[in-house]
């Protein structure tokens, strides 16, 4: 019979949200395409950036899991190859973005979320952790989204490339968010009270 179609995550703001129907594949967003021992990472023509960034920190990490044995190539939207359109039953291409609902969503729930910016060899990794204080590790920086305010918190052990990149990450996450937030940037040990109330 035939394969069976392999797992579509789309990629909501550096999230994997697993595909109900895989197969339709939007312009302005980016798919991480899990085929067993091969990943593809899709990217859509008219994807941000900062999503492309997303979307190859969360491939690294998928292939982590894997032992580093499975190969993630990358698809410029709009030029697939052969064999990956072979992997759906209708493979197209929609003008739909998620944006929208996206920012909706966000809107209702105000969750506070923490995400981990670490360096490993010439590569800086953004990746959501728990949001939970022991998430906190002194030799990374992590980013604190209170809603109301964004926090760079800086491990006392974080090289100066991560807190580098910690506060570019900061800056562009913030330009994805919507509302007004402010960025601050704190010291391990100098927390203010305020920063520790953000935690459940």
């Known amino acids: 019979g035939p394969m069976r179609e392999p797992t579509v995550y789309h990629i909501q703001k550096g999230r ?9 594949f939007g312009r302005g ?28 920190a969360t491939a690294v ?45 966000q809107m209702e729930t105000h969750e506070h ?3 981990r910016v670490h360096r490993e060899g010439d590569e800086t990794f953004f990746a959501e952790v728990d949001l939970n204080k022991n998430s906190l590790k002194s030799d990374d920086v992590y980013l604190l989204d209170a809603w109301d305010d964004i926090w760079v918190w800086r491990g006392k052990d974080a090289t100066a490339r991560e807190k580098f990149d910690g506060n570019i990450l900061a ?15 704190i ?13 459940p």
């Open 16 to 24: 994997l949200v697993k595909m109900k129907d895989p197969g339709a």
């Open 29 to 56: 967003d980016c798919y991480l395409v899990d085929a067993g021992m091969k990943i593809y990472l899709w990217i859509g023509p008219k994807s941000t950036v900062d999503e492309k960034f997303l979307t190859a």
């Open 61 to 105: 990490m998928s292939d982590q899991s894997r032992e580093g044995k499975a190969d993630i190539d990358r698809i410029d939207g709009g030029n697939e190859p052969a064999e990956f359109k072979a992997l759906f039953d209708d493979f197209c291409l929609t003008d739909e973005d998620t944006e929208g609902i996206l920012k909706k969503v």
């Open 113 to 115: 979320r923490l995400w």
């Open 171 to 185: 800056r562009r996450y913030d330009a994805e968010r919507v509302g007004v937030q402010e960025i601050e940037i």
């Open 187 to 199: 010291e391990e040990g100098q927390e203010p009270e305020e920063f520790f109330k953000s935690f």
